[in-house]
């Protein structure tokens, strides 16, 4: 539960400010972090459900040359195979939006500085 106690900005006007955008008083990177993290959780859970149901690794590309077999994130997590892209779901997507929780919160904190700055000026 978020809360809510933080007062608005005093004299703001409603809506976009592009003078405050070019300024770069307004966050416009809070809502893309929210839409970039939709889209890479989903590709996350792809990529882990692929890794577990594809059938291991694949003959393709550079193995029929002798090349290839490098250090992936699925040749780390057991080649790949249903329990390494079971950990790559859980872990891949927790990480991610940790991260993700990390950057919001300190837009989220630079928000709240700003009501403070705003609020105490006489």
């Known amino acids: ?7 608005p900005a005093t004299g703001a006007s409603p809506g976009f400010n592009f003078r405050d955008y070019l300024s770069f008083r307004t966050m416009i990177t809070l809502q893309i972090i929210q839409i970039v993290y939709a889209v890479v ?7 882990s459900l692929a890794a ?4 291991g690794r694949s003959r393709g590309g550079f193995d029929e040359f002798g090349g290839g077999g ?5 040749s780390l997590l057991g ?4 329990f390494g892209g079971l950990i ?7 990480a991610w939006r940790i991260w993700c929780e990390l950057i919001i919160i300190f837009f989220r904190i630079n928000k709240t500085l700003n009501n403070i700055e705003v609020n105490t000026k006489i």
Do not use: H, K, R, Y
């Open 41 to 47: 959780a989903v590709l996350i859970t792809l990529a």
């Open 79 to 82: 080649g790949g195979g249903f």
């Open 1 to 7: 539960m978020e809360q809510t106690n933080i007062a």
């Open 88 to 94: 790559m779901l859980i872990v891949g997507n927790v």
């Open 52 to 55: 577990m149901f594809g059938g």
């Open 70 to 74: 490098g250090l992936s994130p699925f």
